[in-house]
C-alpha cells in the first residue's frame, strides 16, 4: 500500500538552482523520512522530521512538515551534478508498523 | 557506520530454480525487511522481520517466503522463481523503529 507520493515524478535543473520535491500522505503519521538513491544502488538515509516538527535542516537540505495538509517538502539548496539521484518520502505510522514509501522523485541536476 | 550486506548485486535463474537472497546486518538490529523494486512501481514490501524466527507478511509476499535464523541474517526465497520476479531486490534493517539502512540491491534476472 502506498502511502506518500512525491511531485513531481521527475526534474531537471541547472546547477546551483535549488530543487523542491513535494510528498503527501494520506493518514496520520509518527515521523515522514526522505530518502536518496543513486541509479542502481540501495537507498541512503537523509533526514527524518517527526509529526510535532514543522522543519528541518541538514547541510544543504531543508524539510518541511504540514500536519494540517498532510504534506512535506524537501528542498535542496545550490544543487550539485552529484544530487542527481532519486528521492523518496516514507511515512512512519507507529512503532512497529513498517515504513510506507512513495514512488520517488528523479532528479536531474545538470552541470 | 551500520553496514547491510546482500550477498549478490545481479543474479541470473532459470525459470523454475529456487533462489535464496542473503541478507546480513551488524548492527544487532531487531527489524529486518525485504523490498522489491520495479520501475515506475517503487518500493514494495515483501516481508518483514521484528524478532528472530518472527515473520510478517508485506504487501505482495505470493511467491516468496523468508528465514530468521539468527538475528543478523534476513534471507528470502524464491520457492520457484518465475519470470515476473525479475526485479530490484533491497534489504533493510532498522535502527529503534525509525531509520532503515538498506544494502546495496540483488538485480534478479529470472529467464
Known amino acids: 500500500s502506498q502511502q506518500g507520493e512525491e511531485d513531481p515524478q521527475a526534474l531537471s535543473i541547472q546547477e546551483g538552482e535549488n530543487a523542491t520535491m513535494n510528498c503527501s500522505y494520506k493518514t496520520s503519521i509518527n515521523n515522514l523520512q526522505w530518502y536518496r538513491q543513486n541509479s542502481g544502488r540501495g537507498l541512503v538515509h537523509l533526514i527524518l522530521i517527526r509529526s510535532n516538527e514543522r522543519e528541518k535542516h541538514s547541510g544543504r537540505l531543508r524539510v518541511t512538515l504540514d500536519t494540517s495538509k498532510k504534506s512535506s517538502s524537501l528542498l535542496i539548496t545550490a544543487s550539485r551534478a552529484a544530487d542527481t539521484a532519486s528521492y523518496f518520502c516514507a511515512t512512519g505510522v507507529s512503532g512497529n508498523t513498517p515504513l510506507v514509501f512513495g514512488k520517488g522523485t528523479r532528479l536531474s541536476v545538470i552541470a | 557506520d551500520v553496514k547491510v550486506t546482500q550477498s549478490s548485486r545481479y543474479l541470473v535463474k532459470r525459470t523454475g530454480e529456487k533462489v535464496f537472497l542473503e541478507c546480513v546486518q551488524d548492527?544487532?538490529?531487531?527489524?529486518m525487511f525485504w523490498y522489491r523494486q520495479d520501475p515506475g512501481l517503487g518500493l514494495r514490501l515483501i516481508y518483514f522481520?521484528?524478532?528472530?524466527?518472527?515473520?510478517e507478511k508485506g504487501d505482495i509476499p505470493e511467491g516468496y517466503s523468508v528465514s530468521r535464523e539468527k538475528k543478523e541474517r534476513f534471507s528470502l526465497i524464491l520457492e520457484s522463481a518465475s519470470t515476473n520476479q525479475t526485479s530490484m531486490y533491497l534489504c533493510a534493517s532498522q535502527e529503534s523503529n525509525e531509520k532503515l539502512f538498506f544494502g546495496s540491491g540483488t538485480q534478479l534476472s529470472v529467464l
Open positions: 548492527m544487532d538490529h531487531e527489524n
Open positions: 522481520s521484528y524478532d528472530v524466527k518472527m515473520k
